[in-house]
């Protein structure tokens, strides 16, 4: 689709084969870019690890963004193999279900900081370790959803979560820009990932987003990988700072 011949990428958030993640990270091997993938935990590995293999990742260890020593371990690790990197995905969220499933003037303190620091936060995080690996420039993307911008039923915290990491893209994009760095927030419909499934009634989203988009259908996992490898690749070097919508048109109609 587009030559990342010769790019080195980080990819975060696989869990299994049907993560968003996991589908960006097929688009760029098939578009020839080299990948280190990350797995959460030790429960984690034996999921992760197959879908890594079949990825050809040269580089597969841990990172629990929640864990500073794991991320300055990654990232030293990347400096020591590779001496740079080209890209990175950060594919991961996370609420604490008792918060994410109430009311959001009901949310917990604890869970709203510990959804913005690892929903949000940890965005920033990989930005600051990426950025001397990117001394000829680079890709930064996050995943986002259209809760973001409009309220979405039963979507909770995670919509304001969203918000500021889209916010958070944007001012990235500004101070990165003139390293070379581009910053988007990648904004997909509704998805049935492992992720997805923690939200109330999502097989209703998912139905009325096909109702309602101006295509009448859903993107895939496949969908989204390849939009992630255009944005990394050299033919969108002039975009930054966006949210990109991949959704079947479902953002310009509203619910």
Same mark, same amino acid.
């Given at each position: 689709?587009?030559?990342?011949?010769?790019?080195?990428?980080?990819?975060?958030?696989?869990?299994?084969?049907?993560?968003?993640?996991?589908?960006?990270?097929?688009?760029?091997?098939?578009?020839?870019?080299?990948?280190?993938?990350?797995?959460?935990?030790?429960?984690?590995?034996?999921?992760?690890?197959?879908l890594a293999d079949i990825l050809g990742?040269?580089?597969?260890?841990?990172? *629990?963004?929640?864990?500073?020593?794991?991320?300055?371990?990654?990232? $030293?690790?990347?400096?020591?193999?590779?001496?740079?990197?080209?890209?990175?995905?950060?594919s991961i969220a996370f609420a604490p279900?008792? *918060?994410?499933?109430?009311?959001?003037?009901?949310?917990?303190? $604890?869970?709203?900081?510990?959804?913005?620091?690892?929903?949000?936060?940890?965005?920033?995080?990989?930005?600051?370790?990426?950025?001397?690996?990117?001394?000829?420039?680079?890709?930064?993307?996050?995943?986002?959803?259209?809760?973001?911008? $409009?309220?979405?039923?039963?979507?909770?915290?995670?919509?304001?979560?969203?918000?500021?990491?889209?916010?958070?893209?944007?001012?990235?994009?500004?101070?990165?820009?003139?390293?070379?760095?581009?910053?988007?927030?990648?904004?997909?419909?509704?998805?049935?990932?492992?992720?997805?499934?923690?939200?109330?009634?999502?097989? *209703?989203?998912? $139905?009325?987003?096909?109702?309602?988009?101006?295509?009448?259908?859903?993107?895939?996992?496949? *969908?989204?990988?390849?939009?992630?490898?255009?944005?990394?690749?050299?033919?969108?070097?002039?975009?930054?700072?966006?949210?990109?919508?991949?959704?079947?048109g479902y953002n310009i109609v509203g619910?």
């Amino acid at each position: 689709m587009f030559n990342l011949h010769g790019k080195k990428g980080l990819v975060i958030g696989v869990a299994n084969n049907q993560s968003i993640a996991f589908g960006c990270a097929k688009s760029f091997g098939l578009c020839g870019a080299d990948l280190a993938i990350t797995y959460l935990n030790a429960k984690a590995e034996p999921h992760v690890k197959p879908l890594a293999d079949i990825l050809g990742a040269k580089i597969f260890a841990p990172l *629990d963004v929640e864990d500073p020593a794991q991320m300055e371990a990654l990232f $030293e690790r990347i400096k020591k193999e590779w001496g740079r990197l080209d890209f990175v995905v950060h594919s991961i969220a996370f609420a604490p279900k008792d *918060d994410l499933h109430g009311r959001v003037v009901d949310s917990s303190r $604890e869970g709203f900081m510990r959804s913005m620091d690892i929903s949000c936060h940890s965005f920033v995080r990989l930005a600051r370790y990426a950025e001397p690996l990117m001394d000829q420039g680079g890709t930064l993307l996050t995943m986002s959803y259209m809760g973001a911008d $409009e309220v979405v039923n039963n979507y909770g915290i995670m919509g304001p979560v969203k918000a500021a990491l889209q916010s958070v893209s944007r001012y990235l994009a500004a101070e990165l820009g003139p390293r070379g760095i581009r910053v988007h927030a990648v904004s997909p419909g509704p998805l049935k990932t492992r992720a997805s499934s923690g939200i109330k009634a999502f097989d *209703d989203l998912v $139905e009325h987003a096909i109702e309602k988009s101006p295509l009448h259908t859903l993107v895939s996992i496949e *969908d989204v990988g390849a939009l992630s490898a255009f944005l990394c690749s050299d033919v969108a070097k002039t975009l930054t700072g966006g949210t990109i919508y991949i959704d079947g048109g479902y953002n310009i109609v509203g619910s």
